[in-house]
């Protein structure tokens, strides 16, 4: 059945006609309409999948406050993290990354096609995707020591270390088939105007790290710390998907599985994952190269990584993964009904709302880096020295720099996707992987971390302008005018809070001489100045809030 909707489009009246599919008795109208067809507000959108992503965010900074009051940059954080990245790394690699990427523009042509024909597609991807995650999560945990050579090949001079670290990987590699299964989950969400629910489904895993590091300090379980913490990520993984699975459910999208390699939507997907595999993936990558030679170096060094890491997901998350989860399916959406201005006004909006916001978050971590660290992981105590506060800020100086290169990356790459196009960036992520390479190769043995970081970088600014080129000269992209003078005025502002921060802020000797509270708190204030002080300057500017919205994305 059709129905007409009338629906405001960057001003004009205009009336498109969507599916409304049948209704189960069991569901309510609200949930059993097809998704929104009003004017939907990207901005919106983005702001409930920033919101839910702060709260994550911050629950995981918790979380880290919590491991480093337990285990510090000691050997035994080293441990942990390789055992936690190990998962991490494939999940991101197949199922965030690649597996998403080909598969929600396959998943709309199928949406706008039908209900039968949708979960005819749902049923057979669900069934072969869920198989080969089994088969995968036992190889990997059968070969959890081989893994652990290839992620931390450092351990290997210590037999001790490396034999303990490959049983926490036989602990938490089956979380990569929990949380990709969790992914794949709320790309279906996604895809039908749900944000909210999987945006916030990190919170449970902070949430059972942190009960799990709270078990080990209070010696509730007779086990060993690290092993504990290792379980509470397994457990994690299951409570992640079991609260994906009633909103899937109301929604009828929960189809029982087949094996139907046949389905052409599934062959579709299987010839635009494996590019997708790399192009969507090069942080990942670089972070395992980061990984492997930081296990190298001196103890301390994988830890010092992971705490600015943290750090810098903050906003990485706020901005970059809420842009990217927001902007895939809209862009799919308009290369199917080639609408191209439309498209070349969604990604100017990306890319501005991007700008605006990544500079200042650089410019902030970049000249508080040391502070920063210093409140989350010193102030209440714990196993982090003030040397290992120095080493951890001193990377993620280095991660400031890269902030705005992977922002670009997460707003330019789905416009290639949306174009069922995987071959091109994947191109571009194996330069950018290559410039990672060397520049690790060529800095960490005299730089030490700080060079793997700086090499972070290079590679994520070499993406992020490989893939600006690629969709202007392959004419999927012509950028509006007004996009430069919002960027330069954005570089202009930052940099007046750059000059406001260094010449305002205490000193790092000031800073060091703090006692933890009064360090918090003028953090705390400094932080609020700096975001008052730096929207006053973009209102000067010109900037209003209705720049900031783009109107008229229909899913």
């Given at each position: 059945?059709?129905?007409?909707?009338?629906?405001r489009v960057y001003g004009c009246q205009q009336t498109c006609a969507v599916y409304s599919w049948p209704r189960d008795k069991s569901m309510n109208s609200t949930e059993t309409e097809a998704p929104s067809t009003t004017s939907d507000n990207m901005?919106?959108?983005?702001?409930?999948?920033?919101?839910?992503?702060?709260?994550?965010?911050?629950?995981?900074?918790?979380?880290?406050?919590?491991?480093?009051?337990?285990?510090?940059?000691?050997?035994?954080?080293?441990?942990?993290?390789?055992?936690?990245?190990?998962?991490?790394?494939?999940?991101?690699?197949?199922?965030?990354?690649?597996?998403?990427?080909?598969?929600?523009?396959?998943?709309?042509?199928?949406?706008?096609?039908?209900?039968?024909?949708?979960?005819?597609?749902?049923?057979?991807?669900?069934?072969?995707?869920?198989?080969?995650?089994?088969?995968?999560?036992?190889?990997?945990?059968?070969?959890?020591?081989?893994?652990?050579?290839?992620?931390?090949?450092?351990?290997?001079?210590?037999?001790?270390?490396?034999?303990?670290?490959?049983?926490?990987?036989?602990?938490?590699?089956?979380?990569?088939?929990?949380?990709?299964?969790?992914?794949?989950?709320?790309?279906?969400?996604?895809?039908?105007?749900?944000?909210?629910?999987?945006?916030?489904?990190?919170?449970?895993?902070?949430?059972?790290?942190?009960?799990?590091?709270?078990?080990?300090?209070?010696?509730?379980?007779?086990?060993?710390?690290?092993?504990?913490?290792?379980?509470?990520?397994?457990?994690?993984?299951?409570?992640?998907?079991?609260?994906?699975?009633?909103?899937?459910?109301?929604?009828?999208?929960?189809?029982?599985?087949?094996l139907d390699t046949r389905q052409e939507g599934v062959r579709q997907v299987g010839k635009l994952l494996i590019p997708a595999i790399f192009a969507a993936s090069v942080t990942q990558i670089n972070a395992l190269v980061n990984t492997i030679l930081?296990?190298?170096?001196?103890?301390?060094?994988?830890?010092?990584?992971?705490?600015?890491?943290?750090?810098?997901?903050?906003?990485?998350?706020?901005?970059?993964?809420?842009?990217?989860?927001?902007?895939?399916?809209?862009?799919?959406?308009?290369?199917?009904?080639?609408?191209?201005?439309?498209?070349?006004?969604?990604?100017?909006?990306?890319?501005?709302?991007?700008?605006?916001?990544?500079?200042?978050?650089?410019?902030?971590?970049?000249?508080?880096?040391?502070?920063?660290?210093?409140?989350?992981?010193?102030?209440?105590?714990?196993?982090?020295?003030?040397?290992?506060?120095?080493?951890?800020?001193?990377?993620?100086?280095?991660?400031?720099?890269?902030?705005?290169?992977?922002?670009?990356?997460?707003?330019?790459?789905?416009?290639?996707?949306?174009?069922?196009?995987?071959?091109?960036?994947?191109?571009?992520?194996?330069?950018?992987?290559?410039?990672?390479?060397?520049?690790?190769?060529?800095?960490?043995?005299?730089?030490?971390?700080?060079?793997?970081?700086?090499?972070?970088?290079?590679?994520?600014?070499?993406?992020?302008?490989?893939?600006?080129?690629?969709?202007?000269?392959?004419?999927?992209?012509?950028?509006?005018?007004?996009?430069?003078?919002?960027?330069?005025?954005?570089?202009?502002?930052?940099?007046?809070?750059?000059?406001?921060?260094?010449?305002?802020?205490?000193?790092?000797?000031?800073?060091?001489?703090?006692?933890?509270?009064?360090?918090?708190?003028?953090?705390?204030?400094?932080?609020?100045?700096?975001?008052?002080?730096?929207?006053?300057?973009?209102?000067?500017?010109?900037?209003?809030?209705?720049?900031?919205?783009?109107?008229?994305?229909?899913?």
């Amino acid at each position: 059945m059709r129905r007409q909707y009338a629906v405001r489009v960057y001003g004009c009246q205009q009336t498109c006609a969507v599916y409304s599919w049948p209704r189960d008795k069991s569901m309510n109208s609200t949930e059993t309409e097809a998704p929104s067809t009003t004017s939907d507000n990207m901005a919106r959108q983005g702001s409930v999948v920033a919101s839910m992503t702060l709260l994550s965010r911050i629950s995981g900074l918790a979380r880290d406050v919590v491991l480093s009051y337990l285990f510090g940059a000691s050997q035994l954080a080293d441990m942990f993290f390789v055992a936690l990245r190990i998962p991490n790394f494939f999940r991101r690699l197949f199922a965030e990354g690649a597996f998403n990427q080909a598969f929600v523009p396959v998943l709309l042509q199928y949406k706008s096609a039908g209900r039968e024909q949708l979960l005819s597609f749902i049923a057979s991807l669900s069934g072969l995707f869920a198989s080969a995650l089994l088969l995968f999560v036992a190889i990997g945990v059968l070969f959890a020591p081989a893994l652990t050579a290839l992620f931390a090949p450092g351990f290997l001079s210590q037999p001790d270390v490396y034999q303990q670290t490959g049983e926490l990987v036989r602990i938490t590699f089956p979380y990569l088939g929990l949380i990709s299964l969790t992914a794949y989950a709320a790309a279906l969400l996604n895809a039908h105007g749900r944000f909210a629910l999987p945006a916030a489904t990190p919170v449970l895993l902070n949430l059972c790290l942190i009960l799990a590091a709270g078990i080990a300090i209070f010696g509730w379980v007779d086990a060993q710390p690290v092993v504990i913490v290792a379980w509470g990520v397994m457990v994690a993984g299951v409570v992640q998907l079991l609260v994906q699975l009633p909103t899937l459910g109301r929604l009828g999208l929960l189809p029982r599985p087949n094996l139907d390699t046949r389905q052409e939507g599934v062959r579709q997907v299987g010839k635009l994952l494996i590019p997708a595999i790399f192009a969507a993936s090069v942080t990942q990558i670089n972070a395992l190269v980061n990984t492997i030679l930081a296990s190298t170096l001196v103890s301390g060094s994988i830890a010092w990584l992971y705490y600015a890491d943290r750090l810098l997901e903050l906003p990485v998350g706020l901005v970059a993964v809420a842009l990217g989860t927001v902007i895939l399916p809209h862009l799919s959406s308009m290369v199917a009904r080639d609408d191209q201005q439309r498209f070349n006004a969604t990604l100017d909006w990306g890319l501005h709302l991007g700008l605006v916001l990544a500079l200042p978050a650089a410019v902030g971590l970049w000249l508080l880096a040391d502070p920063l660290v210093a409140v989350m992981f010193t102030s209440f105590g714990g196993s982090m020295t003030e040397h290992d506060v120095r080493m951890a800020a001193a990377a993620l100086e280095m991660f400031a720099v890269a902030l705005p290169g992977f922002v670009l990356v997460k707003v330019l790459q789905p416009a290639f996707f949306a174009h069922q196009d995987t071959r091109t960036p994947f191109r571009y992520a194996a330069v950018a992987v290559l410039v990672n390479l060397l520049g690790s190769l060529a800095t960490f043995s005299w730089m030490g971390h700080v060079g793997l970081a700086l090499a972070t970088a290079l590679s994520a600014w070499t993406q992020a302008l490989l893939l600006f080129y690629g969709l202007v000269s392959k004419g999927h992209y012509q950028m509006g005018g007004r996009l430069v003078a919002w960027g330069l005025r954005a570089l202009l502002c930052s940099g007046l809070l750059a000059l406001g921060l260094w010449f305002a802020g205490p000193t790092d000797l000031q800073w060091s001489n703090m006692l933890p509270l009064h360090r918090a708190g003028w953090m705390g204030v400094m932080v609020v100045v700096a975001v008052l002080g730096y929207c006053a300057a973009l209102f000067i500017c010109g900037l209003r809030l209705k720049n900031l919205r783009n109107q008229g994305a229909i899913l």
